[in-house]
């Protein structure tokens, strides 16, 4: 039953319902909690509950209710978090923790916690540096690796960390560059790496204003991060792409 309620919330949200999908995602959230509750130490039990609080999340922002929205991207942070203590060898678990830092971090921006959110990014670019050694070959990985460290080079340089901020720029063009050469049909890579050029040129202030940043680092729909820190291409969390049930797998 929660799967049921689970689709037509994502029914709802594709043809623009409201109110019948905010219920859809509520009853299914609470269908997911019954089933933790049950198997509380089941990593996929963990993994559907978290993910069902990333829609409560993601309809208490669309209704304004920002506290309620926090608490229940920390809650799901958590959830991932134990997941990833059972399973630390899979790559997904440490993808949606890291997915749910970056959207924590961005939270902290808007809430002006600028030490708070480098402290989540650097958190998240840990773990992707993590995956990338598992999977050397994958140009997501490396992707994921070069665009973490944009964020974290962003706000280094607006806590302070000038020279490390500095530094992830320069790694960051590397990989891009990387990127370029082994996967030349890469459409972002480019623009990337001009970026990531652009961005690491000293400008006196020592400052870089994630919001200000133009372009595709513009907050995309349901993605709930902040303006000037998209999620991961190829680990974006949204209606169409985000991780299903287990039972629909």
Request: aromatic share 6%; with cysteine.
């Amino acid at each position: 039953m929660g799967i049921f309620y689970y689709w037509v919330g994502l029914r709802g949200e594709s043809i623009g319902g409201s109110q019948d999908l905010t219920e859809a995602y509520q009853r299914s959230f609470e269908l997911f909690k019954r089933v933790h509750q049950q198997r509380p130490e089941s990593p996929q039990a963990m993994a559907d509950l978290a993910n069902s609080l990333w829609l409560v999340a993601h309809m208490a922002e669309t209704a304004g209710d920002t506290q309620r929205a926090q608490d229940a991207c920390e809650q799901s942070l958590r959830l991932y978090q134990r997941r990833l203590k059972q399973i630390p060898e899979i790559a997904d678990a440490q993808n949606d923790v890291a997915l749910q830092l970056i959207i924590l971090g961005g939270r902290a921006l808007d809430a002006g916690d600028a030490q708070g959110a480098y402290v989540a990014y650097r958190e998240s670019l840990e773990l992707y540096r993590g995956v990338l050694q598992q999977s050397t070959a994958d140009p997501g990985a490396e992707e994921n690796v070069a665009l973490g460290l944009q964020r974290f080079g962003d706000t280094s340089m607006i806590v302070g960390e000038l020279r490390g901020g500095l530094a992830a720029f320069q790694e960051g063009a590397e990989r891009f560059r990387r990127i370029l050469a082994q996967w030349p049909e890469s459409e972002d890579a480019l623009p990337d790496l001009a970026q990531c050029l652009e961005l690491r040129r000293p400008r006196g202030d020592g400052q870089r204003r994630c919001q200000a940043r133009p372009g595709r680092l513009q907050r995309e729909p349901l993605t709930l991060s902040h303006p000037g820190t998209a999620a991961p291409r190829e680990h974006r969390r949204t209606v169409e792409a985000r991780p299903q049930p287990s039972t629909l797998r």
